[in-house]
């Protein structure tokens, strides 16, 4: 089945500097691949997403990258905030548009101002 | 946009109580929701997909008779988590989509804890 691997763990940045987060995953066949952000004890929050006939997508100063040949994408945050602080978990969807989830291990951002 | 309400938000109850979180889907109709479990500091993990009006499909490892899913409505699944005991504690977070070629929405989970 499909593995998704995400690093770093943890990412500590100043404010107004970006941060790169990569994953990488397994199954060929996955063609969706939706980024969330999760703040503490909520839900995870859809931030972005990229489907595989795409190489990039941008949404102000949030961009999500797509390699399908090497099997990664990357979010690229600019200009962070001290709210950007969360969890972060990039997935592949295995299945296609968006169903059943596979998700990576997190990556914990800290924003210093 | 779309979105996702769960019920309650937090339970603590006794060993050997059966809980039951709530999962609707507020302005849209979704004939497949997931359920997702996750652990402090760590992923979420798909525990099962429910459908509505049929039997839920369950990934591996996940007890089907200790997590009852049932999904009756077009806005409303349910999960029970039965007989529950300290290791059942998590935090428990649905899913759903308008569309299957939609983004997956989640709810803002339910923090279950069993003493």
């Known amino acids: 089945g499909e593995n998704v691997e995400q690093h770093p763990s943890t990412l500590s940045v100043q404010e107004g500097d970006s941060a790169v987060i990569k994953c990488t995953y397994s199954?060929?066949?996955?063609?969706?691949f939706p980024w969330y952000k999760q703040e503490l004890g909520k839900g995870p929050q859809l931030i972005i997403d990229?489907?595989?006939?795409?190489g990039e997508k941008k949404d102000q100063r949030i961009a999500v990258t797509l390699n399908k040949t090497a099997k990664h994408f990357s979010l690229h945050i600019t200009e962070t905030q001290p709210e950007d602080s969360a969890v972060y978990f990039c997935?592949?969807?295995?299945?296609?548009?968006?169903?059943?989830?596979?998700f990576g291990a997190g990556t914990i951002l800290r924003v210093k101002s | 946009g779309a979105v996702v309400s769960q019920h309650p938000s937090r339970v603590i109850c006794k060993s050997g109580t059966s809980v039951k979180i709530e999962c609707r889907s507020l302005?849209?109709?979704?004939?497949?929701m997931f359920w997702y479990r996750q652990f402090p500091k760590q992923s979420l993990m798909l525990m099962a997909t429910?459908?509505?009006?049929?039997?839920?499909?369950?990934e591996q490892g996940v007890e089907k008779d200790k997590f009852l899913i049932n999904h009756a409505s077009l806005t409303l699944s349910t999960l029970t988590v039965t007989s529950a005991h300290p290791e059942d504690s998590s935090f428990y977070i649905c899913?759903?989509?308008?569309?299957?070629?939609?983004?997956?929405?989640f709810g803002d989970g339910t923090r279950l804890s069993i003493l």
């Open positions: 990229i489907r595989s006939n795409v």
């Open positions: 899913s759903a989509s308008p569309r299957s070629d939609q983004p997956q929405h």
């Open positions: 302005d849209f109709q979704a004939t497949t």
């Open positions: 199954d060929s066949a996955s063609n969706y």
């Open positions: 997935a592949a969807d295995p299945m296609e548009y968006g169903n059943k989830l596979v």
């Open positions: 429910s459908n509505e009006g049929s039997k839920a499909t369950y």
